[in-house]
């Protein structure tokens, strides 16, 4: 079992990593774009549409390793109150959850590239088919089924996933963190 978190962990890490390349990209997209149209007097249209595919990008791709991590949200602090048999039973309810939900957006992503294919659809750029934006609902959620189906897998069979909470860690004590 420890290969398949190892693999499903280091696929999920990846996925992060090309999402914050998609971040990166995307905030020096958006400097060019200020710059071009406020000292230039040149608006870069096109930079709005790419950031927002970029933003895209990143939520997809982060989501599994969110959801690896347990850092969807949750109550932890109730799931602990539960007792250990009761607590592993929600975690399992809520890894389940998530693999339902990501086996949702898994299919409705290939119907939309499906549709997208099928009549051609393009975007407003020239030369880039609607379907390589919409490629990226299916591949983050589907990474996210992978995780959240090994995490189900390990809790259905008396083991620990990586990074379950427990619901007796501190809770943050930066104002900021604590949304204040």
């Not at 499903?8 to 905030?27: D, E, P």
């Not at 939309?112 to 051609?120: D, H, K, N, P, Y």
Request: hydrophobic share 55%; glycine share 10%; charged share 15%.
């Amino acid at each position: 079992m420890s290969f398949v978190q190892r693999l499903s962990a280091f696929l999920s890490r990846i996925a992060v990593a090309i999402g914050s390349m998609a971040t990166v990209t995307c905030l020096f997209l958006v400097g060019y774009s200020v710059v071009m149209r406020y000292a230039f007097g040149a608006p870069q249209p096109w930079v709005d549409k790419v950031a927002g595919w970029l933003v895209l990008g990143l939520v997809m791709l982060a989501a599994p390793e969110a959801q690896r991590c347990f850092e969807h949200i949750g109550v932890d602090v109730a799931v602990s109150r539960l007792g250990p048999k009761l607590a592993r039973a929600a975690h399992l309810i809520g890894t389940l959850s998530v693999a339902a939900v990501a086996a949702v957006l898994v299919h409705a992503g290939w119907e939309a590239i499906e549709f997208s294919l099928m009549v051609g659809m393009m975007t407003d750029i020239d030369g880039v088919p609607e379907w390589w934006i919409q490629l990226l609902l299916p591949i983050g959620a589907g990474l996210m089924l992978v995780v959240a189906l090994v995490q189900s897998l390990v809790l259905a069979l008396g083991g620990r996933p990586d990074h379950l909470p427990t619901g007796d860690e501190e809770l943050p004590r930066d104002t900021l963190a604590r949304g204040e």
